[in-house]
């Protein structure tokens, strides 16, 4: 995904930042890391407090092979409702920034 897609996708939050990493991207918002990209999928950061909500909509927690043992990262796929709905995107690209947010603490 182009860095245009990717800014009108947060642009609920305001302005982020995407800046390459490990083959992908890292998308910041206010320093933070909210949400990776990966091999053109769009992941969105979660934590406790948050990964229920993405799993009860279908999400999927992103997890890499370590070493012949997956590793979950606490990243998760976009719900494909907000793809189509803008009011929709913006509620989960404010969760990853919450999770970020708690994450700093």
Do not use: C, H
Request: aromatic letters at 12%.
């Amino acid at each position: 995904m182009d860095n245009i897609a990717i800014e009108e996708m947060f642009s609920a939050l305001g302005p982020v930042t995407v800046k390459r990493m490990f083959g992908g991207k890292g998308i910041y918002f206010e320093s933070l890391i909210v949400a990776l990209e990966v091999s053109g999928d769009i992941l969105l950061k979660a934590d406790g407090e948050s990964a229920p909500e993405f799993e009860e909509a279908g999400s999927v927690q992103w997890a890499y092979d370590g070493k012949g043992k997956s590793v979950k990262m606490p990243y998760w796929s976009i719900p494909e409702e907000a793809f189509d709905d803008p009011d929709e995107m913006a509620r989960w690209v404010r969760l990853a920034y919450e999770a970020a947010l708690r994450a700093k603490k």
